[in-house]
C-alpha cells in the first residue's frame, strides 16, 4: 500500500532561522495535504497542492509538490515561537483516504 | 457553531472491556474518518466511511467496529478483542479530500 515517508522526525530551531521538512510517497500522489497540530491539540488543515511543481506561500510558510508528484516539502522561514507544533504532510490518491507521514516536531528556542 | 465534536475528552477501560467513543459532525459532510495516533508516530486510519449506512476498514481495524447510521454521527467502539487500546483517538469528515478533526480522545487502559 501506499506509504508515506517524512523527516526529519523532529527539527529544534533557533528563533529567526529557517528550516524545511520533507515528505516522500512510496507512489504518485493525486494531492498532498499539510496539517499542523500543536501540542495537546488536533490536527489543522494548512494547505492542499495539486499540480505538478506546484509552490504555494502562506506568510513565512512554503510548501512545495515535486514534478513527480511523489514529493514535497514545506519551508519555514524566520521560526517564532507560534511555529511550534508537529507538521503532517499526507498524500491522497484519489481514494478518498489519506496517508499521514509520521509528522516533523518542531520546536523553537527562544 | 459548526464543526467536530467528540466525547469524552478522556476514557478509561478496564480489562475485557469495550468502549464506545462518540463523534458528531454538522459540517453536513457525507465522508468521516476514525484515526488512532500514538506518541512519535503519524495517524493510522481505523475506519472511514463515504456515505451513510456503508463503512470501509482502514489500515488497523482489527479490535474495532463501527456504525453510520445518520450521516452527523460515527461512532467507534474499542472492543476487548483490541489488545492495546491506550492512544490518542481522532476523528474526521471531509469535503472535496480535505479533513476536519476533532478534538479527540484519549483512551487509557486502567
Known amino acids: 500500500g501506499q506509504q508515506v515517508m517524512q523527516i526529519p522526525q523532529y527539527q529544534h530551531v533557533q528563533e529567526g532561522e529557517d528550516f524545511t521538512t520533507y515528505c516522500n510517497s512510496s507512489?504518485?500522489?493525486?494531492?498532498i495535504q499539510w496539517y499542523k497540530q500543536r501540542p495537546g491539540g488536533h490536527p489543522v488543515f494548512l494547505i492542499q497542492?495539486?499540480?505538478?511543481?506546484e509552490v504555494k506561500k502562506q506568510k513565512r510558510l512554503t510548501f512545495q509538490f515535486g514534478e513527480a508528484k511523489k514529493n514535497s516539502s514545506l519551508h519555514i522561514t524566520a521560526t517564532q515561537t507560534t511555529d511550534v507544533g508537529t507538521y503532517f504532510c499526507?498524500?491522497?490518491?484519489?481514494?478518498?483516504?489519506?496517508?499521514f507521514g509520521a509528522g516533523t516536531t518542531v520546536t523553537v528556542r527562544a | 457553531d459548526g464543526g467536530i465534536t467528540q466525547s469524552p475528552k478522556y476514557l478509561f477501560r478496564k480489562e475485557g472491556q469495550n468502549v464506545t467513543l462518540s463523534c458528531e459532525q454538522n459540517?453536513?459532510?457525507?465522508?468521516m474518518y476514525w484515526y488512532r495516533q500514538d506518541p512519535g508516530q503519524g495517524l493510522r486510519l481505523i475506519y472511514y466511511?463515504?456515505?451513510?449506512?456503508?463503512?470501509q476498514k482502514g489500515d488497523i481495524a482489527e479490535g474495532y467496529s463501527v456504525s453510520r447510521e445518520k450521516k452527523e454521527s460515527f461512532p467507534l467502539t474499542v472492543t476487548s478483542a483490541q489488545k492495546n487500546p491506550t492512544a490518542f483517538y481522532l476523528c474526521?469528515?471531509?469535503?472535496?479530500?480535505?479533513?476536519?478533526f476533532g478534538p479527540g480522545t484519549r483512551l487509557l487502559v486502567l
Open positions: 474526521a469528515s471531509s469535503e472535496d479530500e480535505t479533513q476536519y
Open positions: 507512489t504518485t500522489l493525486s494531492n
Open positions: 497542492l495539486v499540480k505538478s511543481g
Open positions: 459540517l453536513n459532510h457525507d465522508a
Open positions: 466511511s463515504q456515505i451513510v449506512n456503508d463503512f
Open positions: 499526507a498524500g491522497s490518491s484519489n481514494d478518498y483516504k489519506l496517508s
